[in-house]
């Protein structure tokens, strides 16, 4: 079954403007990760945030990550058209990597 | 390229038969994970091998079994596919030293499973 949830299911921007996406899942979490994946093939791990931290950036994107409200928000600045793909959040509650993935945001970003 | 391989690409069986899916793990990497993504859907945990024994199962039928290898390659064999079992089969390896692990898991670029 899927942790949680992510919104917006489809989302579709012009380049240059910012994307956000969210994720909101059920249980208490060692960690968040999020993933993206282009066209149905192998998942691309993008960031990962400890259940200790609340905010981290990596290049353009920026993750926020709320326990308190088991959510989690992955921001990606000045958008490009090779962005487009789907992205995932998925949690990990052991610390051993045994993921438990959203049900994606397909972003299109248009040229 | 994430060093992680699987084979074959893609796949076509009938009702009834069995499968081997094949991944090669990233070097020096000694824990595999099994996912199934289903058309739409994010991937769902099947298991994971470390050093050789299940360390884990996800809420799939016994049907579903693996093997990791002393080099610490893997297989998913699925026994009596149904047509639920048509998914992308992803596999992700990692390194766990002890009570400490590399928290970044490798993908491979899955194997398109379609059963008739």
């Known amino acids: 079954s899927q942790q949680g949830e992510e919104d917006p299911q489809a989302l579709s921007i012009q380049e240059g403007e910012n994307a956000t996406m969210n994720c909101s899942y059920k249980t208490s979490i060692n960690n968040l990760q999020w993933y993206r994946q282009n066209s149905g093939r192998g998942l691309v791990h993008l960031i990962l945030i400890r259940s200790n931290e609340r905010e981290k950036h990596s290049g353009r994107l920026r993750v926020t990550l709320d326990t308190s409200k088991k959510s989690s928000s992955l921001l990606i600045t000045a958008s490009r058209a090779a962005d487009t793909a789907s992205y995932f959040c998925?949690?990990?509650?052991?610390?051993?990597?045994?993921?438990?993935f959203g049900t994606g945001t397909r972003l299109l970003v248009s040229p | 390229e994430t060093g992680v391989t699987q084979s074959p690409t893609h796949l076509i069986k009938t009702r009834g038969q069995q499968v081997t899916l094949r991944c090669s793990s990233q070097?020096?990497?000694?824990?595999v994970s099994w996912y199934q993504q289903a058309l739409g859907q994010g991937p769902q945990f099947i298991f994971q091998?470390?050093?050789?024994?299940?360390?884990g199962r996800g809420n799939f039928p016994p049907r579903f079994s693996g093997l990791q290898f002393p080099n610490y390659s893997s297989e998913l064999n699925v026994n009596a596919l149904e047509l639920d079992d048509s998914a992308l089969y992803l596999c992700?390896?990692?390194?766990?030293?002890?009570?400490?692990?590399?928290?970044?898991?490798?993908f491979g670029p899955g194997t398109r499973l379609l059963v008739l």
């Open positions: 992700a390896s990692s390194l766990v030293r002890g009570q400490s692990y590399q928290e970044t898991q490798y």
């Open positions: 091998y470390y050093r050789e024994e299940e360390n």
């Open positions: 998925a949690t990990d509650d052991t610390g051993f990597q045994k993921l438990v």
């Open positions: 070097s020096g990497h000694n824990t």
